[in-house]
């Protein structure tokens, strides 16, 4: 399985950004689904996360802001940022796994100017 991010890029503080991650196949098969972020110094951390049910986990940080979805027609997962902070500033990965293995994608930054 090969993920690939995107839709990152430099917003001004209160403002909103969509991102995506596509996967080479189906994604009916992985059981997990997240974005991660990590910025600079300072270690890689949950953002949201996304069953193959559809249950749904947050941050704290990001709960009442930021949004996870999955389309399993798409094979794409999304991670829809409302309110956005500077704080929100890191380079953002998808991951997902299926059957105990773990696959990334490829970062895509996301800048949130004050």
């Known amino acids: 399985v090969q993920l690939q991010a995107s839709g990152g890029g430099l917003v001004q503080a209160g403002g909103s950004l969509r991102l995506s991650c596509r996967a080479s196949g189906s994604i009916r098969s992985i059981n997990v689904m997240g974005w991660y972020r990590q910025a600079p110094g300072k270690q890689r951390e949950l953002v949201a996360t996304?069953?193959?049910?559809?249950?749904?986990n947050y941050a704290d940080s990001v709960k009442g802001r930021f949004t996870i979805s999955r389309d399993n027609a798409k094979n794409t997962v999304y991670l829809q940022m409302n309110s956005l902070k500077p704080e929100d500033t890191a380079v953002y990965y998808c991951?997902?796994?299926?059957?105990?293995?773990?696959?990334w994608g490829q970062g895509t930054q996301v800048t949130v100017s004050s």
């Open positions: 991951r997902g796994i299926r059957y105990g293995i773990d696959y």
């Open positions: 996304i069953t193959s049910g559809g249950s749904t």
